[in-house]
Structures are given as structure tokens and as C-alpha cells.
């Protein structure tokens, strides 16, 4: 099922989405650039060179040394971008909105004046939302979510890995517990990891507390978290599988933010080396999606369940046909601040893997006190799991899981390691429909 986009049918109107968002990228940044008197100066200058500084396509140039607003809105702009060029040109929203129009300023203004225009005559044609609405021929393919993996992100396993001390005794027992999941992920490698981690005050510190992030970008490099970025590659995304999901959790009423430029830090890092190994790019495209867990309240459990379930129908509607892992990181127990520092609960945490593999829906009823009391202040990363599990084929009634792997450690630096590895069985095809 291809998503409603019927909003293009609004004659003489362009709708602002991810697509036109992605295509206007660099336009928009670059009008962005005109919010200091300085820049304004320099491109007032020689529009020309300050135009070709910015990676550009020659329209875009085109349409905006012409003048021509229409074409800057075919190539990508949003007219409050836009604004700040026009600005910068002593354009008022008036005159830039009347540009558009084919009318003259000064016709623009008397319609205006009039009243404005009419809705007579500016309306959808309805044949063509009615064409639009019947029944869409369905894809002939899509995206699979072929899997879900889950596992602890603490970034001293990092470092062991980068500083080469795997083998030490107190990290071995650490990384045997992984040498059957990067065999596995070998064997099963998706085109796409959808990754469900927390940033840790490194891309979003107190300025901005955004409650779940979809990382729509074309890439995100490694943080430097204080100690310098992590010797391992970028990330590579995937912004039009992105922009699908986006555009499909938004409509389900999931209100996320979208960001495009970012740094990933060790709640990304650590599990891509822990199932990938130590590679020069990682094997496949990712998508980050941050939850916040730092700062209360942060998303119920039962929140992260549905957002997870919403998360398959984005992907599995999605018309081309990539494979999918979810994976869910942070946990298991662990606490790093106060007198209690160092918790570790064992017998909760095997409670919750079983939950999590038999019962994720009374599970993800489990209020945040519980993970606070439980499993340490920090377990409250768990939650994230709830997502990756929400997005399994089992959930809805229309498929089965298999438990491929499942292994429990204390410790890693303050954390009790928890890993699990479902697989979505092959659904059964439905049956052809009688004629
Ligand atoms: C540790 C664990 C984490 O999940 C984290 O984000 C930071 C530190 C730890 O146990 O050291
Ligand atoms: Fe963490």
C-alpha cells in the first residue's frame, strides 16, 4: 500500500513533505545562512559565487538568481526559508507570495485588498481525487521486517574492542556471548537495521529534549564523546525508506522529529561492533532513531510496544523489497549514579527476556517505577527494547518468532549484559482469492 499523498492535488499549492524536504535540502540551508548581517553582505555581493559555494543544483541557482520563486518551490524551497532570502533582497512575504501568481504587485495587493482570492474555482478536482482513491493496485513487493536483535550498548565494550583487549578474562566471557550473533548476522545480513538507541547528551544536550528521533539523513559520523570519535566508520542511511516511515508514524499519531544532521554515539556504535565485528564500513544502510531516556518523562512502555507495531506497518508497506532488522539497545540492569550505583538484578532482568520472548504485551504494561526500582535508574533504557519487539510479525496475529539466541552476563563496567536474537518466521502465503 503506497501512502496518501493527496495532498498534491491541491491545485497551485506545493506540500512541504520529507520528499520535497530532501530535494530542497541544501537550498534551504543556504537561505538559512542569510540570518547574519555579515552573510547577507557577501551574497549581496556576488550572488553568483556565494550560490556556488553551496552544493547546488544549476535550477536552484537559476531559479533564484531569476527571481523565480516557483521554480525555487518545484526545486525543494519552503517559503520561510525562502523568506530570509527574499529578506535579504528587501522582499516582503507579500511580494514574494504575489510573485507566484502571474498577477502584478500591484494587482496582487488589490485582490488582496478585495478580500483575497476566492475558494470558487480553487478547489481539488474531484474526479482526480476520486481516480486517486480507487483502489490503488497493490505492490507487487515490499519491505520485510526480517528480524529483531537486542542488546546492551555500554561503551567500555567499546573501548575493549578498539583497544584490542577482547580476549582479556574479564572481557571474553563478554564477547563469547556474541560469536554465534556475528556468525548469524553474517548469514542473515538485512539491506537496512532500523536502530533504536538513546543518545547520551551528545547530539542533544539540554537545549533540545526531543522525545523520539528518525534519523532521516544520508549519513551520521561518530561522536566524539570526550575521548575522542570511536575508531570505527559512519553510518550510512537510508533518507527514503526514512521519509516512508516518517511519513506513515507521523499519520499513525506518533509525533517524532526528524533530524538529518547528527552525531551517533556508543548506543549506536557499540551494538554495530558487537554484531558486525571491526570492518573498514559497516555492511549495510542504517536508520538511528533516538528515544529519550535521559531526562523525565520519558515514553511509557506501552508507548514504545505501539510505536514498534506501527514501526512493521511503516516498513512492511514500504514498495521496495529490502530486509530489515530492528534492534533494540540499552539495559539490562544497571544504575551509574548515587549510593546505589552498581545494582544488578538478575533474577528481574531473565524475568524480563522471558517476558519480552512470551508476554510483550503485558510486559510493556510494566510501569517506569518498576524498571527504576528494579533495575537501576539507567535500566530504564529498556523501554527501547519494547520497539524492536512491537515490530515483530507475531504481535498482530500474522506470523511467529524464534528465539536464535539469548545470553545473560554480569558484568560489563556498572551493567549486567543482556542479548537476545528473534527471527520472524516466514509467514505462510495467503491462499490465491477465488475469482
Ligand atoms: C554504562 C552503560 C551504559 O548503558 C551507558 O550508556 C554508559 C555506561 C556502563 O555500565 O558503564
Ligand atoms: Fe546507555
Not at 547574519?36 to 559565487?49: C, H, I, K, M, P
Not at 510573485?99 to 504587485?105: D, F, N, P, Q
Not at 505501539?306 to 516498513?315: E, M, P, T
Amino acid at each position: 500500500m503506497s501512502l496518501d499523498k493527496s495532498y498534491k492535488l491541491v491545485p497551485g499549492t506545493t506540500i512541504f513533505d520529507a520528499e520535497q524536504s530532501a530535494k530542497g535540502y541544501h537550498l534551504n540551508q543556504f537561505c538559512m545562512s542569510l540570518m547574519t548581517a555579515e552573510n547577507r553582505e557577501r551574497y549581496l555581493a556576488d550572488e553568483r559565487a556565494y550560490l556556488d559555494a553551496w552544493p547546488l543544483r544549476e535550477e536552484q541557482k537559476r531559479a533564484l538568481l531569476d527571481r523565480d520563486l516557483n521554480a525555487a518551490m518545484r526545486e525543494g524551497g519552503n517559503i520561510y526559508f525562502l523568506a530570509k532570502w527574499g529578506a535579504t533582497l528587501g522582499l516582503s512575504f507579500q511580494q514574494m507570495a504575489g510573485s507566484m501568481t502571474g498577477m502584478t504587485e500591484q494587482e496582487y495587493r488589490d485582490m488582496m485588498a478585495g478580500g483575497g482570492r476566492s475558494i470558487e474555482g480553487n478547489r481539488i478536482d474531484h474526479a482526480v481525487l476520486e481516480a486517486a482513491h480507487a483502489d490503488p493496485t497493490p505492490p507487487t513487493e515490499h519491505a520485510v521486517v526480517t528480524a529483531a536483535v537486542f542488546t546492551s550498548h555500554v561503551p567500555a565494550i567499546g573501548a575493549a574492542i578498539d583497544h584490542h583487549r577482547t580476549d582479556e578474562p574479564y572481557w571474553q566471557p563478554v564477547f563469547d556471548g556474541y560469536a554465534f550473533s556475528k556468525q548469524w548476522e553474517q548469514e542473515n545480513l538485512p539491506d537496512v537495521v532500523f536502530l533504536v538507541y538513546n543518545d547520551h547528551a551528545t547530539t542533544f544536550d539540554l537545549s533540545l529534549i526531543p522525545t523520539f528521533v528518525l534519523g532521516t539523513g544520508a549519513a551520521y559520523p561518530t561522536a566524539d564523546e570526550g575521548y575522542g570519535p570511536r575508531p570505527v566508520p559512519g553510518i550510512e542511511g537510508d533518507p527514503d525508506l526514512a521519509a516512508h516511515i516518517a511519513h506513515s508514524l507521523i499519520r499513525d499519531d506518533f509525533d517524532l522529529t526528524l533530524v538529518n544532521e547528527m552525531t551517533v554515539d556508543h548506543g549506536l556504535t557499540v551494538p554495530l561492533s558487537l554484531m558486525f565485528g571491526d570492518v573498514g564500513t559497516w555492511p549495510c544502510k542504517v536508520i538511528p532513531f533516538h528515544v529519550n531516556v535521559v531526562q523525565y518523562p520519558v515514553p511509557s512502555g506501552e508507548r514504545c510496544f505501539n510505536l514498534g507495531r506501527a514501526l512493521r506497518r511503516a516498513i512492511e508497506s514500504y514498495d521496495r523489497p529490502l530486509k530489515v532488522q530492528v534492534w533494540g539497545t540499552g539495559g539490562m540492569s544497571h544504575q551509574l549514579q548515587g549510593p546505589r550505583a552498581g545494582l544488578i538484578n538478575r533474577a528481574w532482568d531473565n524475568a524480563f527476556l522471558d517476558r519480552l520472548v512470551d508476554d510483550p504485551a503485558g510486559l510493556a504494561q510494566l510501569p517506569h517505577l518498576d524498571y527504576v526500582e528494579q533495575a537501576g535508574s539507567e535500566g530504564i533504557e529498556l523501554v527501547m527494547w519494547l520497539i524492536a519487539r512491537g515490530a515483530m510479525s507475531d504481535i498482530d496475529g500474522d506470523g511467529a518468532v524464534e528465539v536464535e539466541h539469548r545470553f545473560y552476563h554480569v558484568p560489563a563496567s556498572n551493567t549486567a549484559v543482556g542479548h537476545l536474537i528473534l527471527q520472524n518466521q516466514p509467514r505462510a502465503e495467503a491462499p490465491a482469492e477465488e475469482e
